[in-house]
């Protein structure tokens, strides 16, 4: 399907090998319009072909129906793929509300059956807290999950989200694999505490929206141009006086792909890409797609290499964006700096 074979790097020490590029599988199941099941389903293939190998999920997406969805594609290749889901965020099964965070060991317990449930497998390969309750002690979350490892559910733990102090934390209870939260060229405040920490502990960090959920791959310039259903035209910096002036920011980026022959996301992917050698960790990024086209494009980005003077270029980017990155930043791990 593509000709780009990735690399591949240890997640995180002692943690599994995978290609340096993952899968975020999400949006095959919502948030993003309508989904065409059958090409969602090749692309897993596809990926699977160009050297993907950690294919992520969580048990909240489609409320459950995201893990169905990857489970038959998981079990068939089960040697091969490294598997990654997540707890935390509840939701209401009927209508997919939101009902809240819960960290609570007896609730940890009680979710990972039901992803192993969903997924039909026995165990899970890596094991994400998705988001942080702070009324819960890190220490009595992280120790349930070290249960589930014992227990043999689950091999790696990983958290999202959090701070530089709460993964010192969590990994002086359990060693922590993997370390998830956005970071791109649109979002970088990770590199406060969170990202120093990893390199300090020996983490490795997978980087969400890597792409700032499609806008950097400049295939819209406002929300409002997405489907009515699409959970974009909720975000601050898609919409508004913040797209438009955030559109003006990727001109460093188009400059640079006509200068390459090469597309906005795979500058923007090659810049996630080389904070490996800038911190010095594994960094495995996720960029979501549904399309077959689209993973080629995103896989091929793994391999180039930006210039000191085209990453100077990209540089100020970040600091001038408009907006949050939610319009709920409660949440993450930006709120708890």
């Known amino acids: 399907m593509t000709q780009t074979v990735l690399p591949t790097v240890e997640l995180g020490t002692g943690g599994p090998l995978v290609g340096v590029q993952g899968l975020g599988c999400m949006g095959m199941s919502e948030f993003y319009g309508p989904t065409d099941t059958g090409e969602a389903l090749a692309t897993l293939d596809a990926a699977?072909?160009?050297?993907?190998?950690?294919?992520?999920?969580?048990?909240?997406?489609?409320?459950?129906?995201?893990?169905?969805?990857?489970?038959?594609?998981?079990?068939?290749?089960?040697?091969?793929?490294?598997?990654a889901t997540k707890f935390s965020i509840m939701r209401d099964a009927e209508n997919g509300a939101l009902r809240g965070i819960s960290n609570d060991p007896a609730y940890i317990r009680t979710a990972v059956d039901a992803s192993l449930r969903?997924?039909?497998?026995?165990?899970?390969?890596?094991?994400?807290m998705h988001r942080r309750d702070p009324a819960v002690p890190l220490a009595d979350s992280v120790g349930a999950m070290a249960e589930l490892v014992r227990a043999g559910k689950v091999r790696h733990l990983g958290l999202s989200e959090v701070t530089g102090a709460e993964l010192r934390e969590a990994h002086a209870v359990h060693p922590i694999t993997a370390l998830q939260s956005e970071w791109s060229v649109f979002a970088r405040d990770v590199e406060r505490s969170a990202v120093p920490a990893a390199v300090e502990l020996g983490v490795a960090f997978v980087p969400y929206s890597p792409l700032g959920r499609g806008f950097l791959t400049g295939a819209f310039q406002d929300a409002n141009e997405l489907s009515a259903e699409d959970y974009r035209r909720t975000h601050p910096r898609f919409t508004g006086d913040n797209a438009t002036a955030n559109g003006e920011l990727l001109d460093p980026l188009r400059k640079i792909a006509a200068a390459r022959g090469v597309t906005l996301a795979q500058v923007a992917l090659a810049w996630v890409h080389q904070r490996a050698e800038v911190h010095g960790l594994a960094v495995v990024p996720i960029p979501g797609t549904r399309k077959r086209s689209r993973l080629a494009e995103n896989a091929a980005a793994a391999t180039l290499r930006l210039t000191a003077e085209e990453l100077a270029l990209m540089e100020p980017v970040?600091?001038?964006?408009?907006?949050?990155?939610?319009?709920?930043?409660?949440?993450?791990?930006?709120a708890r700096e």
């Open 48 to 83: 699977l072909e160009a050297g993907v190998t950690l294919f992520d999920t969580a048990d909240m997406y489609g409320s459950g129906r995201n893990e169905e969805l990857i489970g038959p594609f998981v079990r068939a290749n089960r040697d091969k793929v490294v598997l």
């Open 318 to 334: 970040a600091g001038r964006v408009a907006g949050n990155r939610y319009p709920d930043m409660s949440a993450t791990s930006e």
């Open 118 to 128: 969903r997924l039909g497998v026995d165990v899970i390969d890596l094991y994400y």
